[in-house]
């Protein structure tokens, strides 16, 4: 994609300006009220740029990740839309299992409480914005700024893929951001609290995240670019917004 080419050198906030531009009301941020979804939420209310967070409770998050949704809420003013998965994780468990405890369980688990929420509701957006980074490594080492998600049909736009380790320390001491209280407590990531533990000094980024299944599950899939592309990626988006995105019917300059 040539716009990401482009878009290598601009700045986060020009990123979320040019999104609202394109895509107006169709936009979301996704968080999961981690570090940098924080500071894309401070951004969002400092810039300002006006759209919907969509928060997925998965029904067993950390009581921190609930409280700083709504420190999120009540002091950035932000309107978060949580969405939930269909049962309460004592249903599940009563119909099919403790899934976590396998990584075939797993995948079906994370399949019913992170995406099919996120399903529920692709109609109404053209785009989400993201808080990947590529300083995070592994799969993430060469995560573009935008991105094709054919399942839920739109596009990816990761605003903080080039934010240094530094950048984000200093951007979120600076703003004095709203950040999940777990990061001070040795989890580097967070995620539910079934599957997401601290990660000790030498170990990698993504260490506490699905521990009890070894080191082949670090991604749940809610990130396409996480996983493995598929072989041409598309997504079906009205040809007078495609025409936009490409500059073919708009004088926006970025
Ligand atoms: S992270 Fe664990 S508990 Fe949460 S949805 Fe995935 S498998 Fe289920």
């Known amino acids: 994609m040539d716009l990401n080419r482009t878009f290598e050198d601009r700045s986060p906030e020009e990123l979320l300006l040019w999104a609202r531009e394109m895509f107006e009301d169709r936009l979301a941020a996704l968080s999961s009220m981690q570090r940098t979804g ?5 951004m969002l209310q400092s810039i300002p740029v006006k759209m919907h967070v969509l928060f997925v409770d998965t029904g067993v998050l950390f009581e921190e990740s609930l409280a700083t949704r709504d420190r999120i809420i009540a002091e950035y003013g932000l309107e978060v839309r949580t969405l939930s998965p269909q049962k309460t994780m004592l249903q599940q468990t009563a119909e099919l299992g403790v899934l976590y405890l396998s990584p075939e369980g ?19 957006y053209d785009a989400l914005i993201g808080s990947l980074r590529r300083a995070d490594g592994g799969q993430r080492g060469a995560c573009p700024i935008l991105a094709v998600d054919p399942r839920l049909n739109v596009l990816r736009i990761n605003p903080l893929v080039n934010f240094t380790d530094e950048q984000l320390d200093e951007y979120t001491r600076e703003q004095d951001v709203i950040t999940n209280p777990l990061h001070n407590q040795g989890y580097t990531t967070i995620g539910c609290n079934r599957c ?30 996480d996983l493995d592309p598929e072989q041409s990626p598309s997504i079906d988006l009205p040809q007078d917004l495609v025409d936009r995105i490409l500059g073919r019917s708009t004088d926006y300059m970025i």
């Not at 924080?38 to 401070?42: A, G, L, N, T």
């Not at 994370?110 to 996120?118: F, G, M, T, V, Y």
């Not at 070894?214 to 991604?219: C, E, T």
């Open 38 to 42: 924080s500071v894309i939420c401070h």
């Open 106 to 124: 797993q995948k079906q688990c994370c399949e019913l409480r992170k995406s099919a929420p996120l399903d529920a509701v692709k109609e109404e």
């Open 196 to 225: 997401t533990t601290p990660v000790m000094p030498g170990e990698p980024r993504r260490a506490g995240r699905w521990r009890h299944l070894g080191p082949w599950s670090v991604y749940c899939g809610i990130n396409p670019t």
